[in-house]
């Protein structure tokens, strides 16, 4: 077997078809992603967590990483974050890719992906890691849009978050064919956040901002499938883009919001940080918001207006409750 190895996130890159490019290595099929030392997340959906797991599913293939957290007893020397670093597991779309991605190593498997992924969780479930992890399926590429090109991929992923008791499974995607996973997700209900993108609320931000990305109508038909299966529905607006002018803008935003979902995540476009910013400011979306002066939008904490607004009429959406601590269970096999 043959997988590919990211030994950092900037070597990753993607074609306009989503190809994985990355220097090639050989393992064996029972190798196991390096766990990357990771301190300073803000995705509250991770609290609580000793690892957080990323999958992904393209055409050729699928990725994985792995990375360990920050626990109370004190903080990891190795590839420690700063305390201020923006949430690095959100969904990206192909002008976001490059920011902030998790630090570390990537394994990707191209072929014989099914009985791969099978043989490394095995090895992680034996190893009691995976019923104190959260595993996030959809980060640097979205697994139901385009699902025609991935099927398989995103289908071996699927039964993987079924056949093994994580802690959290978090499902990332914008696309209405999210819906298509009713049976597996009413199956990870207990465990299960399914995260929408949601960054403006203007159809025309969203068309500029985010090309060739799912419509927000689209999103709000899949939001409103989901719940109507009593399955828990989280916004994120990440990264937070123009939604309109005015200070009522602002409350129209959160009402939407409110309306729709369950839970919210918030994550401006800029962290602040000096690496980060060098990378953002030569962003098409960045050179787009400057052109149209939407400036605050490329200042940290951009999201605080639209935050202030839901604490005062739902602050419930913005707590989410952290992960239990407890011992990892055994193998669990649901009934086919």
């Not at 299960?192 to 799912?214: D, N, W």
Request: net charge positive.
């Amino acid at each position: 077997m043959r997988s590919r190895s990211l030994t950092s996130n900037r070597n990753m890159s993607f074609s306009k078809k989503q190809k994985i490019q990355a220097h090639t290595v050989v393992k064996n099929s029972n190798t196991e992603p390096k766990v990357n030392s990771q301190v300073g997340f803000k995705n509250p959906l991770i609290t609580g967590a000793t690892h957080v797991i990323t999958l992904n599913s393209y055409p050729n293939g699928v990725s994985i990483s792995l990375h360990k957290t920050l626990t109370e007893n004190g903080t990891n020397e190795e590839n420690v974050f700063a305390a201020n670093l923006n949430d690095p597991f959100f969904l990206r779309t192909r002008d976001t890719r490059e920011i902030g991605l998790p630090e570390g190593r990537f394994l990707i498997y191209r072929e014989n992906f099914k009985v791969e992924l099978e043989n490394l969780f095995a090895n992680l479930n034996k190893k009691n890691i995976l019923g104190s992890s959260a595993i996030f399926f959809g980060v640097t590429s979205d697994p139901f849009h385009s699902f025609h090109q991935k099927f398989a991929q995103t289908a071996a992923c699927l039964e993987i978050l079924e056949k093994y008791k994580f802690a959290r499974v978090i499902v990332q995607s914008r696309s209405k064919m999210l819906l298509s996973a009713l049976p597996t997700l009413k199956i990870l209900q207990d465990r299960l956040h399914c995260v929408i993108p949601f960054e403006s609320r203007l159809e025309k931000a969203i068309m500029r901002y985010t090309p060739g990305q799912p419509k927000l109508e689209e999103r709000l038909i899949t939001a409103n499938g989901l719940k109507a299966q009593n399955i828990k529905v989280t916004f994120s607006c990440s990264p937070i883009l123009p939604y309109g002018e005015t200070s009522g803008d602002t409350w129209k935003f959160a009402e939407l919001l409110v309306k729709y979902s369950d839970k919210i995540l918030l994550q401006g476009l800029c962290t602040g940080t000096k690496e980060n910013e060098s990378i953002i400011k030569k962003m098409s979306i960045s050179l787009k918001l400057e052109a149209d002066k939407h400036v605050l939008f490329l200042r940290p904490n951009a999201e605080e207006a639209v935050k202030k607004v839901l604490e005062k009429i739902s602050p419930a959406h913005l707590a989410i409750q952290p992960i239990e601590s407890k011992s990892n269970e055994q193998l669990k096999l649901f009934a086919a």
